[in-house]
């Protein structure tokens, strides 16, 4: 399985504007700057994040985005599926219909073995992600980097050259 870069840029911006201080909107340009990212390419993904619920969006020159609940509440799942969706990463196409071996579509009356297995392991990863919240993400930050992290969003001097 392969995810958009989308995902990752989701997970990280959505865990920087957690850092952010009470009431400090963190600019589109700011975390497109903090990552080196295009910041065109990044909206439509911060767009995502705004109509699913993760983030709210303030427009103007003191606009940007915060987290639209409490960081705890707030899941790796539902990043991801703000950005790529809600289907399953695995869709069965009955090929055991098909070819020289078709099984009979009566013989056919249940998933076949591929389909629960992946379905299994789909609800498995889905479950992780569901357990891990954006205030996890924050905490596996280094808390010199979180510290660092802050300074930038308030405008306060960082020490970096």
Not at 8 to 36: F, K
Request: with cysteine; proline share 7%; aromatic share 4%.
């Amino acid at each position: 399985m392969k995810l958009s870069q989308g995902v990752e840029w989701g997970l990280h911006c959505t865990a920087l504007v957690a850092q952010a201080p009470d009431g400090i909107a963190v600019s589109r340009r700011l975390l497109s700057e903090h990552y080196g990212l295009p910041e065109a390419y990044l909206a439509k993904h911060l767009q995502a994040l705004v109509r699913a619920g993760v983030l709210t969006a303030t427009p103007g020159p003191r606009g940007g985005f915060r987290l639209a609940r409490p960081d705890e509440q707030i899941t790796a799942l539902e990043i991801l599926e703000a950005i790529e969706g809600t289907a399953p990463a695995f869709l069965c196409q009955e090929i055991r219909q098909r070819g020289t071996g078709a099984v009979p579509p009566e013989d056919c009356t249940r998933p076949c073995g591929v389909s629960v297995v992946m379905a299994k392991a789909d609800e498995a990863w889905r479950g992780s992600l569901a357990s891990v919240t954006v205030a996890d993400l924050v905490a596996l930050v280094p808390s010199h980097t979180r510290k660092r992290n802050r300074a930038r969003l308030t405008g306060e001097p960082t020490g970096d050259r």
